[in-house]
């Protein structure tokens, strides 16, 4: 018999847009339809090729999850994206969602380990606790860890990477993720199916406690008396706890003082903004685990551009990558612009980006000195001078950091450079029209 599956896909995409967020939901699922079928089979057009892919590999789970409960009778799913006038098709297979989905019992996702976490400045300190605490677990002083930073930092990636790294590595050690509105959730439950004990003897079993977002234990006493008293117990038997939240244990607002002080018996460890060269290394890690290369030019402008958080890297990235295929062009350094120019929030206005070749280019005919003496050891007068003036103009126009600055004039270290900002901002004369020449130069467009 042939069931009417008309409107399945509609309804599948609104339990697929509560569980992703919004910007993701936008680029990869809006712009989907379903097409008429006549069997089991549920066909939805997608618009590229790579978006077809790109769903099949990272979605999969979640389409499957949201078609099955939507329609049970739906035997496959398939993926249409146009191609020579014609279709070509995608399935979804469960398989397909492997590298995706979540380990039901730990709750880990496989996406966030040590392997694809780029390790910077911003950074080292919590992945260097992360690291100390996944090697010996219960075993430092760094009981509980509690890992403190803004939205989209690294917070979860790095708990759930403390998680695989354990359970590699001491297979014997049971691990829980959970988040705290989960935690709450589950207790909640516990409390009306009167399973209250079956859920304690769950939480206690953890060998390795991982709780994720413990702000949101403000204000709910009940949940905090309970997660009191499986703190204590996990930590008396040296059982090891990790805690993240985007604000020391203090300024949880409504947390028992009790819980206040446990969470600061071990370490904490914040996480910060990445600095320009770290988002460099993000990004680029991130094409290359898509197998996809750009250059290094689209990375250096993204990097200037997008400095909130991770997050917001990556969706970046996502989005022009999303366009570029869509659209069917080029990755170019002026698409990258395109794109950051429509979707981020608050676009910072500069009229051009200038790059560092660029501003060795032009001081190095200004001056009439070669780039390569520019980027030389030579401290000759004039070379020196050229030097300086590249370093201010980079400081300046191209937002790169300190240490970037000094490594492309030449490998200098950022103090060098700092030096030679304050002496060309203050000289005066010659100097000061020439360098402003080369401003005007540089960033006319
Ligand atoms: P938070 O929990 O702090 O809000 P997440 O851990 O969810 O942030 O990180 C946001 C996104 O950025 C995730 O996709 C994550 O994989 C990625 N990410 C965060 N930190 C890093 C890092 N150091 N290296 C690579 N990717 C990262
Ligand atoms: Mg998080």
């Known amino acids: ?54 769903l099949a590999s990272h979605y999969s789970a ?38 995706g989905a979540v380990d039901r019992f730990s709750n880990l996702n496989p996406r966030y380990t040590f392997d694809t976490f780029v390790v910077g400045e911003f ?12 090697e010996a677990p219960g075993r430092t002083k760094y009981n509980p860890l509690y890992i403190q930073g803004g939205v989209g930092l690294g917070k979860t990636h790095l708990l759930q990477a403390i998680g695989h790294f354990i359970k590699q590595n001491h297979p014997d050690k049971t691990v829980l993720y959970v988040t705290s509105e ?7 439950n516990s409390l009306i199916n009167k399973t209250t004990s079956k859920f304690r003897e769950f939480y206690r079993s953890a060998d390795v406690l991982l709780v994720d977002d413990v702000q949101f234990f403000s204000g709910k006493e009940g949940i905090q008396n309970e997660f009191f008293h499986l703190f204590n117990a996990l930590h008396q038997r040296g059982q090891q706890i990790v805690l993240t939240s985007d604000v020391p244990p203090s300024e949880i607002k409504g947390l028992e003082e009790r819980l206040v002080s446990r969470f600061q018996w071990g370490l904490i460890v914040d996480l910060q903004p990445p600095e320009y060269e770290s988002r460099v290394a993000i990004l680029r890690k991130k094409a290359e685990a898509d197998g996809i290369e750009l ?53 910072q206005p500069v009229a051009k980006v200038v790059t560092l070749e660029e501003i060795l280019k032009a001081v190095s005919e200004y001056f009439g000195v070669s780039p390569e003496q520019i980027r030389s050891r030579r401290r000759t007068k004039q070379i020196a001078l050229a030097r300086q003036v590249a370093m201010y103009l980079a ?27 304050k002496t060309i901002a203050q000289r005066e004369g010659e100097v000061a029209r020439l360098v402003r020449e080369i401003e005007k130069s540089l960033t006319k467009s």
């Open 182 to 188: 989960r935690f709450t959730d589950r207790f909640i």
């Open 295 to 347: 250059p290094e030019e689209v990375l250096s402008i993204i990097a200037q551009y997008v400095t909130t958080n991770i997050r917001e890297l990556e969706g970046t990235l996502i989005r022009l990558l999303a366009y570029a295929s869509i659209h069917g062009v080029e990755i170019t350094p002026q698409l990258a612009m395109e794109v950051i120019g429509t979707y981020t929030r608050a676009p």
């Open 62 to 99: 979640i389409i499957l999850d949201a078609v099955n409960s939507v329609d049970e009778t739906i035997e496959s799913v398939c993926l249409a994206y146009p191609s020579n006038g014609d279709y070509s098709f995608v399935e979804l297979k469960p398989s397909h969602t492997d590298a």
């Open 395 to 421: 400081r300046k126009l191209t937002g790169s950091s300190l240490a970037h600055i000094g490594k492309f004039f030449g490998g200098r270290d950022h103090a060098t450079v700092v030096h030679a900002c």
């Open 1 to 54: 018999m042939k069931t009417d599956t008309s409107g399945i896909w509609q309804k599948c995409l609104q339990i697929i847009a509560t569980q992703i967020n919004p910007q993701s939901f936008k680029t990869w699922f809006e712009q989907s339809r379903q097409l008429p079928s006549d069997d089991n089979r549920l066909i939805v057009e997608v618009k590229s090729r790579f978006i077809a892919e790109w």
């Open 123 to 134: 950074n080292r300190l919590a992945f260097m606790a992360a690291m100390a605490v996944a």
